[in-house]
């Protein structure tokens, strides 16, 4: 009985046991997915800034100007949402999107596969082109140690992802007379898809100790154009025998940044002992380089005995950061060995001046051969030097005293009559270029004659006297007695000398005056200049219409000596005057003005 109920009690601890077990797998299961989704979206944000980044850094720069960039992608992407679309670069992560948003446009696409990418970003004239490196490299940097009077070989594998045939030609980098450097091929084909192994030796003489370094330098010339790349070149000489434990190559990451920009860069970590090292972290120093690296940098785990693995490391300069040039260093350590990278980070404005062109707007007629060219420029890191007028694509003039945020202006004169285009360039203290890229149109007619045809934009008497503002259109005012006329005319287009002044009624009398009359007439703040009178001997009228020829139209240039403030203060109408039983009406559908001026 005993032995019976010890039996049953250890079956019940063992089920307890495994219960247990089973929460703190399903548990840890939970944990450890949830770590690889978030490890998983900041990869992807990492990745789509470094683009964006890149991709403005290139811009600035001007055509032409290309960056190697390196990036992550984590698993769980999806390929139909990922990609570069307009500004905007995307990674679509575990029902995720991570958007970031480049200052131009984007043209191309990225890897998504699984893992780490050299992505090349290059600049093309009004966007900027993304798209997988062309020629690739098994290895990011090529490092031997060797013992004085001792050489040794390391390969590198070529392969061409573009879909044309290159041409590779390889040249080395390479001043250092006690360690020689040879390498075969030089030169060599690659058709889409294929690949070439590339042996580079390494030399040391008696007299060789240290490290030495250098580069070697690819161009690839494809049918579509040429492309350059550079790998690392080290080489450790050790006298005494013993070679460092952990080695970084390169030990050094000069970069050039734009403020508000990130750069990245691979580096091969290297363990030359018998030992594995469980554990390679990385730590920058502190102050502005270093606090610029991107935190925290994943450690290598485990970094195997005899072994190199490559790291990517990734830095971001502070948006408003001034023009500087910055040190620090990262330490890399596995608790008992340490490399240090020497780290120089220089600060570039890479923003242009922003110009916005205010006026004159575009289409703009100049008549008086003076124009004032309106317009305002900032930039969010440095000053204005200077900004320039640029008349049909050539500076005109240049203003070296410049106040940022406020409306600017420039005064030209004697322009020829023709047709222009006018833009503003502003020079930063660094020597950047922005425009508008606008170009506006613009006229100069200064000394040529201009028409006019203004219509009122007021009106009095009748039975409907708004009928009677703005241009003929049929809608009519009528009157039995009494005045009717429009007035209120916009002479602001008007300068000069004016040459020709044309009266414009629209209007109408239906049946035949018995013993009434209507007399057409104008006048200067008054309505007392009778032109024209219609009676029994000459109506019905029909002058109403939308179009010129169906309108009264009589020219008035020789009453007086025309001003614009004449025009301005003009009233334009008739008078229905009855005699006894009305005979008819008098209907008034538009009153209008026409000036022909020199300016």
Known sequence: MRKAQS???????????LAFLAVMFNYASDQLSKLNAGQGIQNAENS????????????SQGVGAKKRVFITIPDGVDAGKTGVQGNIVRISVQGTDVVEAADVNLSGSFPITAGGHFVVVKAKEGYVEIGAE???????????????????????VFSNNSGLDANIFLAANWSNPDVSLSFAPQNFSLSPSAQQTVTVTFTSTAASAGNYAGNLNIGAHFPSGDENFSLPLNAEVIAGGVSASLI??????????????????SFSVCNNSASEMASVSFVPSTGDAGNWVNTPITPIEPLAADSCQSKTISLTVPAGTAPTTSTGTITVSDGTNSDLISLTVTVLDFTVPVVLLEAPAPGYTDVDGLIQFDFNVSDAETSISSCSLI???????????????????FIKSGLANGSYTWDVNCTSSV???????????????????????????????????????????NTTSRTGGGNIYGFNYDASTISGTINQVEL????????????????????????????????????PVDRQGITEPEWEIIDVTSDRSWTAADISNLRVGGTYTRVGTRDNFWYLDAAGVRVTFTP
Not at 134 to 156: A, M, Q, W
């Open 248 to 265: 970084v190559i390169p030990s050094t990451w000069t970069t050039t940044v734009g403020a508000g920009s990130s750069d990245s860069n």
């Open 48 to 59: 789509v800034k470094g683009l964006a980044d890149a991709a403005n850094d290139v811009y």
């Open 391 to 409: 008349i049909n694509g050539s500076v005109d003039q240049t203003d070296n005293s410049i106040t940022e945020g406020i409306t600017q202006s």
């Open 7 to 17: 039996s049953i009690e250890l079956v019940v601890i063992l089920a307890v046991s």
């Open 431 to 473: 020597s950047l270029v922005g425009t508008s890229g606008e170009n506006r149109p613009f006229t100069v007619s200064s000394g040529v004659p201009q028409t006019v045809l203004l219509w009122a934009r007021s009106a009095s008497g009748g039975s409907n006297p708004s009928n009677v503002i703005g241009a003929a259109n």
């Open 134 to 156: 062309t020629i690739s490299f098994s290895r990011n940097s090529i490092f031997v140690s060797l013992t004085p009077s001792d050489s040794g070989d390391e390969n590198i």
């Open 504 to 539: 414009i009624w629209s209007h109408s009398i239906p049946a035949t005056l018995s013993n009434d009359n209507v007399q057409i007439r104008y006048g200067i703040s008054a309505l007392n200049i009778t032109k024209n009178t219609y009676n029994s001997s000459n109506t």
